[in-house]
């Protein structure tokens, strides 16, 4: 089949909530993906900070398919030993107790939310059920998480919301702390908001907040969707902040290409969910995990300090090239502001045109390459990149203006 064809069935039959790029993919292998006419892309994306180890990784993938040969899926009903087997690493490399597992990063904050407002419930009786989270935050698509997502774009069309969140502007803290009342019972950010621009928060902002909630018994939680797992050269990002939180949630990176949430809880609610509190059909599946696991295997410390590595060479020569005004982020989760009029769309779309997948977050270029790529398929990237600048500068100036 060819793209032409393609994408003439699925805006017959897919609902329209994507403005896809003009990319069939057919496979992959490592940074780099080959659409259906048998073009070579550099990846830059990896699915949106999934494919942690790149496309087709051997040991991944074959654990995967050595899972689904022995058992595929028996329910939560019953133990499995790829599920347990995840949790513990989780809970040794991240200093948590528990583990609750959904299918993606909304499931894993739904459980967050559940979590804070039943453990303050059975704590303090009913009413202190408030959630305070970010103005630009992410945190997924589900009603809920959408009420707990701090951007009025989302919230169109939807409502009416669940109550009991609301949003203090990122990097004040003395503007976060006169929003917390009596019925306050978590405040739940990112540490790089991703969606929202790739912004690193300030640390003395995340370690007042984390201050706060130690003294209120106010529960931190900590959305690590899209830094999580090695991303930002750290296990969890939270590490370079200097703070403990009591849930953190985990998705994209820990999938490797399967859709796998985690909601990972601290000592004070590690009792909090008992039978019937929560659950999922899908959840942990022994095939997802027995991914996850390799996963977790791989990403030892000399790996994180590989990525620290990539991603600081990423970041410098992001800060060289012609039309970049300004890099942010950690590790391998970069963005990069343009030069106006450069558009992150229009470059973007230059750079697929050319042979690269890059993403856009607002109005800058978003690096989430897998993990596992090397450096000469980052300087392969760039240089694809530099071609995708020149020549939307190219065709800006052959636009002619207005007084020409
Ligand atoms: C992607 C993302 C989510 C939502 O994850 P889904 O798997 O799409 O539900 C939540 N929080 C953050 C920070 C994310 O980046």
Same mark, same amino acid.
């Given at each position: 089949?060819?793209?032409?064809?393609?994408?003439?069935?699925?805006?017959?039959?897919?609902?329209?909530?994507?403005? =896809?790029?003009?990319?069939?993919?057919?496979?992959?292998?490592?940074?780099?993906?080959?659409?259906?006419?048998?073009?070579?892309?550099?990846?830059?994306?990896?699915?949106?900070?999934?494919?942690?180890?790149?496309?087709?990784?051997?040991?991944?993938?074959?654990?995967?398919?050595?899972?689904?040969?022995?058992?595929?899926?028996?329910?939560?009903?019953?133990?499995?030993?790829?599920?347990?087997?995840?949790?513990?690493?989780?809970?040794?490399?991240?200093?948590?107790?528990?583990?609750?597992?959904?299918?993606?990063?909304?499931?894993?904050?739904?459980?967050?939310?559940?979590?804070?407002?039943?453990?303050?419930?059975?704590?303090?009786?009913?009413?202190?059920?408030?959630?305070?989270?970010?103005?630009?935050?992410?945190?997924? =698509?589900?009603?809920?998480?959408?009420?707990?997502?701090?951007?009025?774009?989302?919230?169109?069309?939807?409502?009416?919301?669940?109550?009991?969140?609301?949003?203090?502007?990122?990097?004040?803290?003395?503007?976060?702390?006169?929003?917390?009342?009596?019925?306050?019972?978590?405040?739940?950010?990112?540490?790089?908001?991703?969606?929202?621009?790739?912004?690193?928060?300030?640390?003395?902002?995340?370690?007042?907040?984390?201050?706060?909630?130690?003294?209120?018994?106010?529960?931190?939680?900590?959305?690590?969707?899209?830094?999580?797992?090695?991303?930002?050269?750290?296990?969890?990002?939270?590490?370079?902040?200097?703070? =403990?939180?009591?849930?953190?949630?985990?998705?994209?990176?820990?999938?490797?290409?399967?859709?796998?949430?985690?909601?990972?809880?601290?000592?004070?609610?590690?009792?909090?969910?008992?039978?019937?509190?929560?659950?999922?059909?899908?959840?942990?599946?022994?095939?997802?995990?027995?991914?996850?696991?390799?996963?977790?295997?791989?990403?030892?410390?000399?790996?994180?300090?590989?990525?620290?590595?990539?991603?600081?060479?990423?970041?410098?020569?992001?800060?060289?090239?012609?039309?970049?005004?300004?890099?942010?982020?950690?590790?391998?989760?970069?963005?990069?502001?343009?030069?106006?009029?450069?558009?992150?769309?229009?470059?973007?779309?230059?750079?697929?045109?050319?042979?690269?997948?890059?993403?856009?977050?607002?109005?800058?270029?978003?690096?989430?390459?897998?993990?596992?790529?090397?450096?000469?398929?980052?300087?392969?990237?760039?240089?694809?990149?530099?071609?995708?600048?020149?020549?939307?500068?190219?065709?800006?100036?052959?636009?002619?203006?207005?007084?020409?």
């Amino acid at each position: 089949m060819y793209l032409s064809e393609l994408k003439k069935l699925d805006q017959q039959y897919i609902a329209g909530t994507y403005r =896809r790029a003009d990319l069939g993919a057919a496979s992959g292998s490592g940074a780099t993906c080959t659409d259906m006419e048998g073009r070579v892309y550099i990846d830059f994306s990896a699915g949106i900070g999934v494919n942690s180890l790149g496309f087709a990784s051997a040991r991944w993938a074959q654990a995967v398919k050595d899972q689904v040969d022995t058992l595929c899926h028996i329910s939560n009903l019953y133990y499995t030993q790829p599920q347990v087997e995840v949790a513990k690493v989780l809970c040794e490399r991240t200093g948590m107790d528990r583990v609750f597992f959904g299918n993606s990063g909304a499931e894993a904050n739904e459980c967050a939310i559940k979590t804070a407002r039943k453990y303050s419930s059975d704590k303090y009786g009913a009413g202190r059920h408030e959630i305070i989270t970010l103005v630009n935050s992410f945190h997924g =698509r589900t009603i809920a998480t959408l009420a707990a997502t701090g951007q009025d774009v989302f919230h169109q069309n939807f409502g009416p919301f669940p109550d009991g969140f609301s949003y203090a502007k990122a990097n004040d803290l003395a503007g976060l702390t006169a929003m917390i009342s009596g019925k306050t019972c978590a405040i739940m950010m990112e540490m790089i908001q991703g969606e929202g621009g790739v912004i690193p928060l300030a640390p003395e902002f995340v370690q007042g907040v984390a201050a706060l909630c130690a003294e209120k018994d106010i529960l931190l939680i900590i959305d690590e969707v899209q830094t999580g797992v090695g991303r930002t050269g750290r296990f969890v990002c939270y590490r370079h902040f200097g703070v =403990r939180p009591d849930i953190v949630t985990l998705a994209k990176g820990l999938g490797g290409g399967l859709p796998i949430g985690a909601c990972l809880l601290g000592e004070k609610v590690k009792h909090t969910l008992g039978p019937g509190d929560h659950g999922t059909t899908f959840g942990g599946n022994p095939v997802v995990c027995a991914g996850a696991r390799v996963i977790l295997d791989t990403i030892d410390g000399k790996f994180l300090d590989d990525v620290a590595d990539k991603g600081a060479y990423l970041a410098a020569e992001l800060q060289k090239l012609d039309g970049i005004t300004a890099v942010s982020g950690m590790g391998l989760m970069l963005g990069a502001e343009l030069e106006q009029p450069l558009t992150a769309a229009a470059v973007a779309a230059a750079g697929l045109g050319e042979g690269l997948i890059v993403l856009t977050a607002k109005e800058k270029l978003r690096f989430l390459p897998p993990l596992t790529i090397t450096k000469d398929e980052i300087d392969s990237g760039l240089a694809i990149l530099a071609k995708a600048i020149t020549q939307v500068k190219e065709k800006i100036n052959e636009t002619p203006t207005e007084d020409a």
